[in-house]
């Protein structure tokens, strides 16, 4: 009896061509899409999943007096954790990033530089479920290192790199480190991010630090590394952070402050969309292309429902045969759930396939590598099966009860008038869908591209950046010096800068205890973003002096730490008390000792617009860890094969790289950009579905009114009066669903631009573009039928019917 459905159903489909095109194509875009958004959001919800310690760590957070969240603590405190809590087994300290600089190979002419170099703790690797190539990982002792399997065999080829060493010159100098371990791929899904780690216990070394007293992993003052507590079995988390909470409140100038125990699972999405605590993703966001990838399904099973409704009238003859012929109402049941499932069926393995074929386009489009984990949680296989089985049974069990109608005594009887309405609901609930998103994506665009076009307080283009040489060689002042003048004796070159970050990147470090000369209550609570750089980065910028003046070269030289003198920002000096930018210069200002202010310059955009300006105080030093040339642009490659040159020159051993400034800036906008290529995508599919749809439903209006159009015609019925006549009813579907979309879109929008210091609003010619695009493909949708029955042969019409 099945085979004889499936046979039937089969039949079915062929016979009506267009109808099952149409809904097939409709359905496999919905799923394909559904897919693609299902993977994101599982590899979003598996961050950190892959520990196996993972319900045992905790990120210890501390909010302080002012109400902000610190996730940066002095790795001091981990030995006093472990002194003063038994619940804690052991406090793991990482400070990625820092170690950055040129590794070398003992023995070889081989260099390369690499950033993604940092300190862990020694029981790392033990206490974290890294999977471990070779070796233990153990980094108990100092200048002992792990590094990721892609480093080992670029650095040693096919050989075993462990017990090898490597040399790294970096911001504390030069050392060698042996490999004690080599992991293969970090996974995907990891908060943890490096591909060489060091041993933190070499900061311990006074001669490995070099001055570098902020570093000290004794230390209780500067706070640069995270802290990750694992937390011995059966112990109560929310105890023990009380427990902390009163221990530090002991302390006078940390009697405000209070201890948050941050689940490792909770670290990338938090714990909902209301958890104030740190994150490194948006728990909303992930919501929102959840939301998003259900909804766009919904529309592809209400095409199916639509053409499905519309199509059971012209098998009105069939119904009414098999049943005079001894059908069951059952079997005709049996026999519309077949075709639903077969449609479906199909559907779902054409959409399967599109799905491994485009998913590097996918995951490059969302930034996340998604092919690999949709079917890492059960319940995205559930999640998957349950709606497709829903949406089979409702499809199937919707057309049937539709059929009964052609019964003499069901009760189940619905006019043509009640199947009409039914089905413009439905043509409006698609749209309103679709144009909700394409409006959404309007205004993520508008806000993008108000954040890169407003002023920034600095200029940053044809600024050509160069990575600073790790490895000096001798006599740093020496040769930064003959560096400096041999580049400025070309004439192509307009101006240079040194600084040890850069703009759109990140501050060097941050800082409290900065206080006015004459210490205020509230100053515990502030912190100050600190930069370091030459005397020359201030013109080099275009950025304004309000009060004072820049660093000098004297200055420079001889280094913040001998000089004791700072340059504010307009918003620094307003926080330490100064009535204007010129009340501040010549004061003094304390951060343990006193400091000269020499200068206040405006307030600039340091990092992108998604943050709001920080007060800023700046240190002068001779920096070279980035140079900024501005170049006069005439012959750009010329003129970076001729500094390349150079550069080997003075700094033999070090790799030339350099990228342009205006390039680092953007890429801080990249989630922005993700998010509104992904809105766009999914914005174009749902509305192509809808189009699908309308397209169909135009084709069976035209059908039905066949003859009607012909005796119109016959009777002097211009070509455009009836394209009116057939297309009215459906622009007017449009613009219903135009009025219901636009108050839910400004709403949901209102909510994600609130989380940005600087909006753009919202413009009313972003809701007419979407208002008249939409108007548009749909009168393009069923112009094309209207069009074609407007020119069709009247004659054929009349007699065909």
Not at 731 to 757: E, K, N
Not at 763 to 788: C, D, P, R, Y
Request: aromatic share 12%; net charge negative; charged share 15%.
């Amino acid at each position: 009896m099945l085979k004889n459905y499936f046979k039937i159903a089969l039949r079915n489909l062929l016979k009506r061509r267009l109808f099952s095109l149409v809904n097939i194509l409709g359905l496999v875009l919905g799923l394909f899409c559904f897919l693609v958004l299902q993977a994101f959001v599982v590899s979003e919800f598996s961050f950190n999943d892959f520990h196996v310690n993972k319900d045992r760590i905790y990120r210890l957070v501390v909010q302080e007096g002012s109400g902000e969240y610190e996730t940066y603590l002095a790795p001091g405190y981990a030995g006093i954790i472990e002194s003063n809590f038994s619940q804690v087994e052991a406090a793991d300290r990482f400070a990625g990033y820092i170690g950055g600089g040129l590794v070398a190979i003992p023995g070889t002419d081989l260099a390369f530089k690499e950033n993604a170099i940092g300190f862990v703790e020694g029981d790392f690797f033990q206490n974290f479920s890294f999977s471990l190539n070779r070796g233990s990982g153990n980094l108990d002792q100092p200048y002992t290192a792990v590094l990721t399997k892609a480093l080992a065999e670029k650095y040693f080829g096919a050989e075993d790199a462990l017990g090898k060493a490597i040399s790294l010159s970096n911001q504390f100098g030069k050392a060698d480190f042996t490999i004690t371990g080599v992991l293969d791929k970090i996974p995907a899904q990891s908060d943890f991010e490096g591909d060489i780690f060091l041993s933190i216990h070499t900061l311990e070394r006074p001669e490995y630090r070099k001055g570098n007293g902020w570093a000290d992993p004794n230390g209780l003052e500067s706070g640069f590394v995270n802290m990750f507590l694992l937390v011995k079995e059966g112990e109560n988390p929310e105890s023990l952070e009380a427990q902390m909470t009163d221990f530090i409140r002991q302390n006078p100038n940390t009697k405000e402050d209070q201890i948050f125990l941050q689940p490792l699972e909770e670290i990338h999405l938090g714990s909902g969309i209301s958890d104030p605590l740190p994150k490194t993703s948006s728990m909303g966001s992930v919501l929102v292309f959840l939301a998003m990838a259900v909804l766009i399904l919904l529309i592809a099973f209400v095409n199916y429902l639509n053409l499905s409704s519309a199509n059971l009238l012209t098998r009105i003859k069939e119904i009414r045969m098999r049943k005079v012929m001894g059908a069951f109402s059952w079997q005709l049941a049996h026999q519309f759930m077949v075709e639903t499932l077969l449609l479906i069926g199909v559907s779902l393995g054409l959409a399967l396939v599109l799905f491994q074929l485009l998913s590097p386009f996918a995951s490059e489009l969302l930034g996340k590598p998604i092919a690999e984990n949709i079917w890492v949680q059960p319940w995205a296989i559930g999640m998957l099966v349950m709606i497709v089985v829903a949406a089979a049974a409702f499809s199937g069990g919707y057309v049937v009860v539709l059929s009964g109608q052609f019964e003499k005594n069901s009760k189940l009887r619905f006019s043509a008038k009640d199947q009409q309405w039914g089905r413009k609901a439905l043509v409006v609930f698609q749209f309103v869908i679709s144009i909700g998103i394409i409006l959404c994506t309007l205004v993520i665009q508008d806000q993008l591209s108000y954040m890169q076009s407003q002023p920034l307080g600095m200029e940053l283009t044809q600024r050509v950046i160069i990575e600073g040489p790790e490895d000096f060689q001798g006599d740093k002042a020496g040769k930064m010096d003959a560096f400096r003048q041999r580049l400025l004796a070309q004439s192509f070159v307009q101006g240079l800068a040194g600084s040890n970050s850069l703009p759109g990147y990140s501050y060097n470090f941050s800082a409290g205890g900065i206080t006015p000369s004459v210490p205020r209550p509230e100053d515990k609570d502030y912190n100050y973003s600190m930069f370091i750089i030459d005397d020359q980065f201030i013109s080099t910028y275009g950025i304004e002096v309000l009060a004072g003046r820049s660093f000098n070269r004297g200055e420079a030289e001889a280094n913040w730490n001998n000089l004791r003198k700072v340059m504010l920002n307009s918003k620094a000096a307003k926080q330490l008390g100064f009535e204007s930018p010129e009340a501040a210069v010549g004061q003094s200002i304390l951060w343990g000792e006193p400091f000269e202010v020499v200068g206040v310059i405006a307030d600039y955009h340091h990092m992108s617009l998604r943050e709001e300006i920080s007060p800023l105080v700046l240190l002068a030093a001779e920096a070279s860890g980035y140079f900024t040339l501005i170049l006069d642009n005439s012959n750009m490659s010329a003129q970076i094969g001729e500094i390349e040159k150079i550069y080997k020159e003075v700094f033999p051993g070090n790799p030339f790289t350099y990228s342009f400034l205006d390039e680092i800036y953007g890429r801080q906008y990249q989630q922005e950009q993700q998010l509104s290529q992904a809105f766009s995508v999914a914005g174009g599919l749902a509305i192509l579905i809808s189009c699908l749809g309308l397209f169909g439903l135009s084709a069976y209006s035209v059908q039905q009114r066949t003859k009607e159009i012909g005796i119109r015609k016959v009777l002097g019925a211009s070509t455009p009066s009836l394209l009116t006549l057939i297309s009215k009813d459906f622009l007017i579907l449009v613009v219903v669903a135009m009025l219901v979309a636009f108050p839910l879109a400004y709403y949901a929008t209102q909510g994600w631009q609130a989380d940005f210091p600087y909006q753009a609003g919202f413009s009313a010619l972003t809701f007419v573009l979407a208002g008249v695009g939409s108007i548009g493909l749909a009168l393009l949708t069923v112009g094309f039928q209207a069009i074609k029955a407007a020119w069709s042969n009247p004659v054929e019409s009349i007699r065909n019917e």
